[in-house]
């Protein structure tokens, strides 16, 4: 069972990050500045930056934290236009545009949530993802976090309550990660944790907060080209499905508490804007589809998702979008649970739904593309590696990350290197040439392990292994990889112009973690997992 990020290791760690917060006093004393204000200097951007890198080093390396190509370019198509849209009206300085990380991120997880991060970081929840039925629902949810990073109110919060030490505020940080997860208790427990003054603190944003988060999120929804009645549907949807299900599956509401003065407001700026027509439905009905899939990765939900067609409305009655990602659904987890021949079935019926619906020929495109992507998983699944790269032939002249992941899978599933040598080769040089323009990509770095395992390269597997945990923050997994392969290299047939390189990143990586251990020092805090160079 994966575990959450409201587990004890976890939350563990990000209480430490909290109270190594560089240069502050444990008795540091701050003031709370008014909204529209700039944060006190006790938080300044930089500061906020460490605090959520700190947070991203372990998030990263939690099993929760999600790598799937199609769902990520999803989100990025969603994200990039909203952060270009609030740096375009001025709520992204030149500062936080630099100095923050805009960085967007998934988490497995089934309940209706999305969170921002000290530092420009935001989390959302696959449940939420399912939710929905539009991008523009989806995107208003994200506009509000962004509002929240850009607006510093979680550097507001922390620096809200002069009462409160840096222990209090390490209490409420952990707090409002628990929260995130829908624990109650974890989160009451991480604030009392802190000192008896934290209790006093809401985990919710202010209703000032809110009401800035919401205006600035409408405008930035607005100016990124999304339908402002997104922001108005995910209200009314999440407040009708709180009241009927409150099973502590929302907790995105406790929060983001929901208002009849909030839901009012947003109607009231949505009369002001011109009517725009949701645009890419059948695209989101797919990747909600396969959210619902990936969120919940029990045999018994498969089970359940792989008959979800046949209760889906008729075509007629629905517009055809419930019943095209209920098929999507159906195909995909037939696919985990190795039924291909149902797979098989419901990918055709999706197919078929999707000539019989017509959408606009831009939206025909994107469907029938990440369609093409399923059809190449099924193959793979099948171990028909022809059938998955003839599939993504007909992506003429795609040259996505997505794409270089599903040939590079295709190459893998394809045997021994004696067999698929020259595919695999070809996948290295591919994913050798993305690295180095990504290097922060660990899924990648993960998939060119595996590759050169097979081709018989154990110095450079073990290198990109360790890439792979240096990428997602584990400095001290990837100095010990690399360690390893400098014993490896010591053999007599080893490939020295390797060795040689991991003995320059290993120095580099090295430097790195001592860096990092000089600011926990300053910060007069080391958490207890910390590790000195050795």
């Keep these: 069972m994966k575990k959450s990020f409201a587990t004890r290791p976890l939350l563990t760690l990000l209480a430490a990050a909290s109270l190594a917060l ?62 270009a849209a609030a740096r375009k009206l001025g709520h992204i300085g030149d500062e936080t545009q630099a100095r923050f990380a805009w960085e967007h991120f998934l988490v497995e997880d089934k309940s209706v949530n999305a969170f921002a991060l000290p530092g420009g970081f935001v989390g959302t929840h696959l449940g939420l993802i399912a939710m929905t039925v539009s991008r523009d629902e989806l995107a208003s949810v994200i506009a509000h976090e962004i509002s929240h990073v850009t607006q510093r109110h979680i550097a507001r919060r922390i620096a809200g309550d002069s009462r409160n030490s840096w222990v209090a505020v390490a209490g409420l940080l952990l707090g409002v990660l628990a929260a995130s997860r829908g624990n109650a208790d974890l989160a009451q427990a991480g604030i009392i944790g802190g000192q008896a003054a934290a209790t006093q603190l809401s985990l919710n944003f202010s209703r000032d907060m809110e009401r800035e988060a919401d205006r600035v999120g409408f405008n930035v929804l607005v100016e990124a080209g999304f339908a402002g009645s997104g922001m108005v549907g995910m209200f009314e949807r999440m407040e009708q499905a709180y009241h009927l299900m409150d099973s502590g599956a929302f907790p995105y509401l406790r929060s983001h508490p929901l208002t009849s003065e909030r839901i009012g407001d947003a109607r009231t700026r949505l009369a002001l804007e011109p009517f725009m027509r949701p645009r890419g439905l059948a695209e989101h009905a797919l990747m909600a589809a396969r959210t619902r ?242």
């Design 22 to 83: 560089p240069g502050a006093p444990l008795n540091a004393q701050v003031n709370l500045p008014a909204l529209g204000d700039a944060v006190s200097q006790d938080l300044d951007v930089g500061t906020e930056r460490q605090i959520g890198d700190r947070y991203m080093r372990q998030i990263r390396i939690d099993p929760a934290y999600l790598h799937d190509p199609l769902l990520q370019e999803y989100m990025d198509g969603i994200w990039n236009p909203l952060v």
């Design 293 to 534: 899939v990936l969120m919940d990765q029990r045999v018994d939900a498969w089970k359940v998702l792989e008959n979800y067609d046949a209760g889906a409305r008729n075509i007629k009655e629905s517009g055809g979008f419930e019943q095209l990602g209920a098929r999507y659904a159906a195909a995909l987890a037939s696919i985990k649970l190795r039924n291909f021949d149902r797979a098989e079935a419901s990918l055709r019926s999706a197919e078929l739904t999707l000539e019989l619906l017509r959408p606009s020929p831009a939206e025909t495109a994107s469907a029938t593309r990440l369609l093409t992507f399923l059809r190449a998983e099924l193959a793979q699944a099948r171990g028909r590696v022809a059938d998955g790269n003839a599939a993504l032939d007909r992506l003429q002249g795609e040259r996505s990350r997505p794409l270089l992941l599903q040939r590079v899978g295709l190459a893998l599933a394809a045997g021994p290197a004696a067999t698929g040598g020259p595919a695999l080769r070809e996948a290295a040089d591919a994913l050798q040439t993305h690295v180095s323009l990504t290097p922060s990509d660990a899924l990648a770095w993960s998939q060119l392990a595996l590759v050169w395992e097979k081709l018989g390269q154990p110095l450079r597997a073990v290198r990109a292994q360790a890439e792979t945990r240096a990428a997602a923050g584990d400095l001290n997994g990837a100095i010990d990889r690399l360690r390893s392969g400098l014993r490896q290299s010591r053999g007599a047939d080893a490939d020295q112009v390797e060795a040689s390189v991991i003995d320059a990143r290993l120095r580099a990586l090295v430097y790195e973690r001592q860096s990092l251990l000089g600011e926990m020092y300053r910060g007069r805090y080391i958490p207890p997992d910390a590790e000195l160079p050795y």
